[in-house]
């Protein structure tokens, strides 16, 4: 016993914490000062500025959105509300190949960049010069990024229809080791779009080359999730092969009627790579996927609803079919017309996102699209529809175990060091929440709407939400990538 009693910051009393490695419930009293976990136990001898009675909620450590679009938004909307309201302290940038940084655009922003916003939002020619803008902005959480391939190829190309060139090749290379050394996490793909779909495996192999030196990963929106999945899962498994890297496939799911209920195949194929090299994925709890609007997905055997059109916004919010039905066109020339546009695919079987889900491999990510005027509800709904929908409601997992998918394995993976568990000398990223009363309220029809049951967030020891207001402080920074915790890169793989 000290015979003086401790001073902190903040002291979090009667909790039950979720330490975020998995492990069951234990009550504990969480003790804070100067931004990190100074203490966790019995704390009664302890004095602090503020005193949070938890009362037996649970306590965790703050979500981390491992799979983002939120590049800009952390810049132009450093509130992040879609994020803290779910008690996301951490958002992941520059997914499926495209990021803000760095570029320099010679035109509008080819698809799927325009995701990240129109022209004026890419004044970011390094990525040095990202991560001082985003410091500068202060955002209310904090931001790892990823680099994107097609980003490096729109600087680099030009046109994205072919294959770069070792040239070209070399230019992106030299971009992408800027970036590394300055604290990027790794690099992205999406060469499911057309911006990268001509990329031969070779090309990304060569670009992935500089990761292993930086203890960086690889993570990729295959080149399919229709019929030829699997096909497009070994070729990311040899770009992790050849570059000495850890893989993420981005958004694992079985997309489209023809290919519902091969989530089995699916992850017999993660399962045997994994024997060999280190590979994870992530994937968001709905059952539909949202991006820009795809005319090879237009085929009518999936409902398709337009989530934002340049030439014709009133029809945000219909279907393909049924504005194809007004104009008395096919679906196809529906889409033709209604291009560039945002778009909601009805393209999963609920079954293969559960099997996904519940696997231990699997990661949370919202994948939402912040800057879509209607956009997909796991923007604010992803984190508490785990908790709330599948953990607690469905029974799918265990709470401990949906909480660590949204912390210790994602802060691992990522490299983002003394964060995503509740231990000493980790930073101070917290989430209380109620696990009886936690839900995401966001719909189709209304999405954006803040979860229920997230009580209290901080972020680097700030406390930034409380009972579903922000304090107004936002404590949050671009973070780095660490070294991992515990010693191996690839442990939490």
């Not at 903040?10 to 504990?28: F, H, K, N, S």
């Not at 080149?223 to 699997?230: K, S």
């Not at 340049?310 to 104009?327: D, N």
């Not at 209607?374 to 029974?395: I, S």
Request: hydrophobic letters at 40%; glycine letters at 10%.
């Amino acid at each position: 016993m000290h015979s003086h009693p401790e001073a902190a910051d903040t002291l979090i009393v009667g909790a039950q914490l979720y330490d975020g490695t998995g492990a069951p419930p234990v009550e504990r009293d969480v003790a804070v000062r100067d931004g990190r976990i100074v203490a966790i136990g019995n704390l009664s001898n302890w004095l602090a500025e503020e005193v949070i009675e938890a009362e037996g909620r649970a306590l965790a450590p703050g979500f981390i959105d491992v799979h983002t679009h939120d590049d800009t938004h952390v810049i132009r909307s450093p509130q992040m509300l879609p994020k803290i309201t779910q008690g996301v302290t951490t958002v992941i940038v520059g997914n499926c190949g495209i990021s803000a940084s760095p570029v320099a655009l010679k035109g509008d922003p080819p698809d799927p960049m325009n995701l990240l916003g129109e022209r004026d939002a890419f004044q970011y020619p390094t990525f040095a010069e990202y991560v001082k803008a985003v410091n500068a902005a202060r955002p209310a959480v904090n931001v790892g990024a990823l680099i994107g391939h097609t980003a490096l190829r729109s600087n680099q190309m030009d046109r994205l229809d072919r294959a770069a060139t070792p040239q070209e090749i070399d230019g992106m290379r030299t971009q992408l080791e800027e970036a590394l050394a300055n604290g990027a996490l790794g690099l992205s793909s999406g060469l499911a779009y057309g911006s990268a779909f001509a990329a031969p495996t070779e090309e990304v192999m060569a670009l992935a080359e500089p990761l292993a030196a930086a203890g960086a990963l690889y993570t990729t929106h295959m080149r399919t999730e229709f019929d030829a999945i699997l096909d497009a899962m070994d070729e990311a498994y040899r770009v992790g092969r050849h570059a000495h890297v850890p893989v993420v496939i981005s958004h694992l799911k079985c997309a489209g009627p023809s290919n519902w209920g091969r989530s089995e195949e699916v992850l017999k194929s993660l399962e045997g790579a994994r024997r060999m090299q280190p590979i994870g994925c992530d994937c968001y709890p709905y059952n539909r996927s949202s991006s820009t609007l795809d005319l090879k997905q237009v085929t009518g055997d999936i409902d398709i609803t337009i989530t934002w059109s340049e030439p014709h916004p009133e029809m945000a919010g219909k279907l393909v079919k049924e504005i194809a039905a007004e104009w008395g066109v096919t679906q196809q020339e529906a889409g033709k017309r209604l291009q560039p546009a945002g778009a909601v695919y009805h393209n999963m079987s609920e079954e293969d996102v559960r099997r996904i889900l519940s696997h231990p491999a699997t990661m949370v990510g919202s994948d939402g699209l912040p800057n879509d005027p209607l956009p997909h509800p796991r923007l604010w709904g992803a984190f508490p529809r785990v908790l709330g929908h599948y953990a607690r409601d469905a029974a799918l997992l265990p709470l401990e175990e949906a909480v660590r998918k949204m912390t210790s394995l994602s802060a691992r993976r990522f490299g983002l060091a003394q964060r995503g568990e509740v231990h000493i000398g980790y930073h101070a990223d917290l989430v209380l929440f109620s696990p009886d009363k936690v839900l995401d309220a966001a719909t189709f029809e209304k999405p954006q709407q803040a979860a229920h049951g997230i009580d209290a967030v901080w972020v680097n020891g700030v406390l930034s939400y409380r009972d579903g207001e922000v304090t107004g402080e936002r404590a949050g920074h671009f973070v780095a990538r660490g070294a991992a915790s515990k010693g191996d890169a690839h442990g939490a793989f």
